[in-house]
């Protein structure tokens, strides 16, 4: 059930959606082993209460800061203990009523909100207390750090994939990846959930997390082979990116390289060994899905291109042209690249680049290729680097 009770800035800003019948059953599949009749399940986010129905024997508990959501899943639900209160304050075992002893397990789909990003920026907030040692700029994150807190034995939720692939967000986890180990993940399109189907789809990981002392690194993460239906899994130790190839980010300069910068492009009578060329700064593929690549003027959003590397941005702007080819699940990750399959191929990048960008001409020593057999040489090449995966 949708939670319409909702309005849609409330709904943004307390990560309250809808979860689809077949997620929230495949969850209690992979929990299913794992139920004990003296086992505590608890879902501190709970909405409706779609995840509290399938606990056996378990000592179950539902927490939902709404209170008419908590009103609903009371009706909705038997033999569960529900409280309309903020998790993510004063949490510890004793708020809920669950002994120290108990064997704990979390399911459900927390919030996410990323205040830091830029989508429906404009309308986002928080306005609940939040412990100060689970704060994070990103609610999921914080949520998960509540799971560490109550010491869960076993974790069973959905949350963005980008918080364990991008190293930036994997380090803000830190006291929970200590503690936790992911034994399983299965991989869903944000395209799955009704109030996500406008927007460019990401990839969501239905993950199973064990409390383990020895916790997980980022190698680690690195290596693991998420789950995908009908293919033999995604691993992101399958690839080589970008990064290691270009800046990726503007280096910080000052307001008067600006003005540098801009008086250069404007003027006509400049020289070339002055022509400075400008590239969009890079985030991940969903990024570059949105964002311009090559641009013919400075700003505090471009890298100054280092022209020994112009190839290279030559051929992430050809790779956003064929970003159609891939499916949902690398949505976070960086441009993907395989170099010695690349230097195969360049021609055939920069003359796509080039026939796009006809002010680039003059930087690339090469005669540009036919259009036909440019394109036939550019769906060899991706063919070839995404594999089983290409769509």
């Known amino acids: 059930m949708s939670q319409t009770h909702l309005a849609y800035e409330n709904r943004v800003n ?18 299913a082993p794992y139920l004990r009749s ?11 209460g779609d995840f509290l129905k399938n606990c056996g ?10 209170e008419t959501a908590i009103g609903v ?17 004063d949490v510890s075992r004793t708020k809920f009523g669950i002994p120290e002893q108990s064997y704990l397990i979390v399911v459900g789909n927390p919030p996410y909100n990323d205040k830091t990003s830029l989508i429906r920026q404009s309308i986002k907030s928080v306005d609940f207390d939040i412990d100060e040692d689970i704060t994070s700029r990103d609610l999921g994150i914080s949520f998960l750090r509540s799971y560490n807190k109550l010491e869960a034995d076993l974790i069973c939720v959905l949350h963005p994939l ?13 006291d929970f990846t200590a503690n936790y180990r992911l034994i399983d993940g299965l991989l869903i399109s944000s395209w799955e959930f009704p109030e996500s189907t406008k927007h460019t789809p990401f990839p969501i990981v239905l993950a199973l997390y064990e409390r383990d002392t020895q916790g997980m690194t980022y190698d680690f993460i690195r290596s693991f082979r998420f789950r995908i239906d009908g293919k033999n899994g995604f ?9 290691g190839y270009v800046d990726k980010y503007p280096k910080k300069r000052s307001t008067s390289d600006y003005t540098l910068f801009s008086s250069v492009v404007e003027d006509p009578h400049h020289s070339e060994k002055d022509d400075p060329l400008f590239f969009w700064t890079l985030r991940d593929i969903n990024a570059l899905k949105r964002n311009r690549t090559f641009v013919e003027s400075y700003s505090a959003n471009t890298i100054v291109i280092d022209k020994r590397k112009l190839d290279y941005y030559a051929y992430i702007d050809v790779f956003k042209r064929n970003l ?17 399959l690349f230097k195969q191929y360049k021609s055939a990048f920069i003359s796509d680049t080039v026939r796009h960008h006809p002010f680039l001409k003059k930087h690339f020593q090469i005669k540009p290729m036919e259009k036909h057999q440019t394109a ?9 680097l995404f594999g089983e995966h290409h769509l």
Do not use: M
Request: include cysteine.
């Open 14 to 31: 307390w990560g309250s959606y809808y979860t689809p019948p077949e997620i929230v059953g495949t969850a209690w599949e992979i929990l």
């Open 38 to 48: 003296e086992t505590t399940v608890i879902d501190s986010a709970c909405g409706y």
């Open 57 to 66: 024997q378990s000592i179950t508990i539902g927490c939902d800061i709404d």
């Open 73 to 89: 899943a009371r009706e909705n639900s038997d033999n569960v203990r529900f409280f309309q209160a903020n998790a993510l304050h």
């Open 162 to 174: 980008s918080y364990l692939i991008k190293p930036t967000n994997f380090r803000l986890l830190k």
């Open 235 to 243: 691993c992101l130790g399958d690839f080589d990116y970008i990064a």
């Open 324 to 340: 159609h080819r891939l499916p949902f699940y690398f949505g976070n990750c960086d441009v993907l690249i395989d170099d010695e």
């Open 376 to 384: 036939s040489r550019l769906d060899t090449y991706f063919k070839l």
